[in-house]
């Protein structure tokens, strides 16, 4: 069955830096493109960032220049590398993907930001 497990989030302060990882298992990963989305307490979940399994990328206006998306297919990891982080970045951050018409969540890893 398809997994997907995030890990890496923490506390940390403004201006810090996070990489979250989410390891995959259960499809084909090196041909499925991976997405991080994000969900603050009140707000609607968000795309943060995303990318297609050849490597191209697509960011939230909010995080460009900040956060960077890439994927191991060696490993069945994508990662979310976090830079310059702000308060307003805290959030629940989750790893989605889609396979065989269904979408798939992992249980999200808690990223705040706090001084």
């Known amino acids: 069955q398809v997994q997907l497990v995030e890990s890496g989030g923490g506390l940390v302060q403004p201006g810090g830096s996070l990489r979250l990882s989410c390891a995959a298992s259960g499809f084909p990963f090196s041909s499925a493109a991976m997405i991080w989305y994000r969900q603050a307490p009140g707000k609607e979940r968000e795309l943060v960032a995303a990318?297609?399994?050849?490597?191209?990328?697509v960011y939230a206006d909010s995080v460009k220049g900040r956060f960077t998306i890439s994927r191991d297919n060696a490993k069945n990891t994508v990662y979310l590398q976090m830079n310059s982080l702000k308060p307003e970045d805290t959030a629940l951050y989750y790893c989605?993907?889609?396979?065989?018409?269904?979408?798939?969540w992992g249980q999200g890893t808690q990223v705040t930001v706090s001084s």
């Open positions: 989605n993907t889609r396979y065989l018409f269904s979408n798939y």
């Open positions: 990318i297609a399994s050849r490597g191209s990328t």
